[in-house]
């Protein structure tokens, strides 16, 4: 079938909104009529080949839409349902079975090595093939996935704001909810109020932290920090990052969620704790030197790395989203929707810090 995309041909270019064919989808596979996507860092850092997705290719992972078709085999949706697109992930190793899909051995190989887990390509340009992102590919008006990168969502939200939920939007809250788990009463601190920091921020709020503490270099984000429920605000140029968290919670803090991957603010995350705190490595970071006797050992400290927020999808983005009717969760604050055809201003915006968390509308 006939489709519109957003592809990048080579290394740091603009995207172009080009006409593409797109397969039927096989066995175990669904086609999506795609309503919005989210626009993340990790398709930045992926069409700047930080991350080398081979190109050509049609980014975009973190889509909404409506079930058009379902291949044979296919058991949790069926057509017209509304969907929610997430990570690929195999389902049959060790970390998938015990509930870990975003630990999957075959993570990076599903998600950026540009083919559908079958090893097959399903978008092309005449003779050309499109490498896949993360088996969905969502900046485009069709997409075809594998049934396990789907949840089915309610149809009583706008689905148009939806899309942001299967990656960053569900790495700040899972990271918080899943993996840290803070006991009620206890202190964390968030470094950077991006998106996946302000989702850390309502989801701490949610699991009844006392102390929730934001840290950025934006007297802005910092406004909207407090807005969804940090109770103190640190902003980084001005002072003593670590001092600071130290008097607020009288010698350190329980958590903290690191999310910016500046390796600075990494040592930073680890010397704020107290005794036996934990912080959560989100931002993907470069070499980062550490004393391990002073930073660690002498102190009991423990560095955790999460990818994904350790969510399963199907059971963690319903749960959000109910969190989100209730009001806990208003996410929607983070938003500004923009048109396909404005893909590359949508990206210079959250580059340079103009919005929080675009959303293309298709």
Known sequence: MQMKGAVIHEKGQEFKIEDLELSEPKENEVLVKVVAAGVCHTDAVARDQMIPVPLPAVLGHEGA????????????????????????????????????PASCIYLNEFNFGGRMPDGTHRIHQGDQE?????????????????????????????????????????????????KLQPAFGSTLAIFGCGAVGLSAIMAAK?????????????????????????????????????????????????????????????????????????????????????????????????????????????????????YYKKGLFPFDKLVKFYDLEEINQAFADSGNGITIKPILKM
Request: hydrophobic letters at 40%; one cysteine or more.
């Open 130 to 178: 499109m490498s896949t992102f993360f088996g969905q590919s969502s900046f485009s008006t069709y997409a075809v996935s594998n049934e396990r990168n789907v949840v089915k969502v309610d149809k009583d939200v706008d689905l148009h704001l939806l899309g942001p939920l299967g990656c960053g939007i569900q790495t700040g809250a899972g990271t918080v909810i899943n």
């Open 206 to 322: 949610i699991i009844g932290c006392a102390k929730i503490i934001a840290i950025d270099l934006h007297d802005s984000r910092l406004e909207l920090a407090k807005e969804l429920g940090a109770t103190h605000v640190i902003n980084g140029s001005e002072v003593d990052t670590v001092e600071e968290i130290r008097k607020i919670t009288n010698g350190g803090t329980n958590y903290a969620v690191e999310t910016t991957g500046v390796s600075s603010v990494v040592v930073q995350s680890i010397q704020s704790l107290r005794s036996l705190g934990t912080v959560a490595v989100v931002g993907a970071t470069g070499e980062v030197t550490l004393n391990v006797q002073e930073d660690l050992l002498n102190e009991g400290r423990s560095i955790i790395a999460v990818v994904e927020g350790d969510s399963i999808p199907q059971l963690f983005i319903p749960q959000l989203i109910e």
């Open 65 to 100: 839409g409506i079930i058009e078709k379902v291949g044979s085999g296919v058991e949790t949706v069926e057509p017209g349902d509304h969907v929610v697109l997430s990570f690929s992930s195999c389902g049959q190793c060790e970390n998938c079975l015990t509930g870990h």
